[in-house]
């Protein structure tokens, strides 16, 4: 009896992970942390089978301490220091092109050392694969082409500012068919799946999904997220409350509002509920923080 309690347990952990695809940033996360997988990623997309990757993140962390961090969904960096960045967004975003000359800004800024020269930034190409055609123009693939005005010079042509982005969509075919079906695979990402052209990637999938290392490491991961998941709600939730309070005894400094912002640990939140909820003005919480 007990065997059976273990062989169900991995058989319902088995049909847990079965479920997930490549269009999920864990799971993909997982897949292309591996640097053969990443590379049969970028070359597809770029269309460029001779590159060569030397390194590889995925759920990147961009920390800026003056404003908005990022997580970038998978950070390669090519044997000859070039960046790429793939970015799997999935749900609807309000201003897709802003987001990723933010997310390049903080990569560069990541990147240039003091005293290093701007012709020496490398360049970076974004890849980023959405699942609607948010662009509109019905096709499965586009890509930033820059102009000076009234010269008709293009991108490569003397106004290459070393910033290329390629946008690719789950809704439309490409005119590439090795594109096409990579981008299927994303969506369905079947581990007995066969392939010339991707190999190493359905290799990884299969790991994921059908070895039990790998299914057994997909879910203590999916499970530590949600217990972070939860803890995470109840830090955002003490938040809210301690700014909701602090807002009916008067206007709330910015400099309050971001310490209260960036705290973590759930004991001070606590405190400073208590504190908020007694105070009869921003001074007095102040002077109690």
Excluded at 65 to 81: F, P, R
Excluded at 150 to 170: C, K, M, P, Q, Y
Aim: aromatic share 8%.
């Amino acid at each position: 009896m007990g065997g059976k309690a273990i062989i169900e347990t991995y058989e319902e952990k088995k049909a847990q992970v079965h479920s997930f695809n490549l269009t999920s940033d864990l799971f993909a996360g997982k897949v292309f942390e591996d640097l053969e997988a990443c590379q049969e990623l970028c070359q597809i997309l770029m269309q460029d089978f001779g590159l060569r990757l030397k390194d590889v993140k995925t759920q990147y962390v961009i920390r800026n301490l003056e404003s908005h961090s990022v997580q970038l969904d998978i950070l390669a960096e090519t044997v000859t220091g070039d960046i790429i960045c793939t970015e799997l967004q999935m749900y609807s975003e309000p201003a897709p092109f802003r987001r990723i000359r933010y997310y390049t800004s903080c990569v560069d800024v990541g990147i240039l050392e003091k005293g290093t020269e701007y012709d020496e930034l490398p360049v970076v190409t974004v890849l980023y694969i959405t699942k609607t055609d948010f662009i509109g123009g019905g096709k499965g693939f586009y890509q930033t082409v820059r102009k000076l005005q009234g010269s008709g010079r293009t991108v490569g042509v003397g106004v290459d500012n070393g910033i290329h982005e390629r946008f690719f969509n789950l809704r439309y075919p490409t005119s590439d068919e090795r594109i096409n079906e990579l981008l299927r695979y994303l969506k369905d990402s079947d581990p007995h799946y066969q392939t010339e052209y991707f190999p190493r990637i359905v290799e990884r999938v299969r790991f994921y999904k059908h070895q039990e290392k790998g299914v057994n490491e997909m879910c203590e991961i999916t499970d530590r997220i949600r217990q972070e998941g939860r803890v995470e709600g109840k830090i955002e939730g003490k938040i809210e409350v301690v700014l909701e309070l602090l807002e009916e005894v008067g206007k709330i400094p910015a400099r309050i509002v971001q310490r209260i912002s960036r705290e973590t640990d759930l004991a001070v939140l606590s405190r400073w509920i208590r504190c908020a909820a007694s105070a009869s003005s921003i001074a007095e919480f102040e002077a109690k923080m």
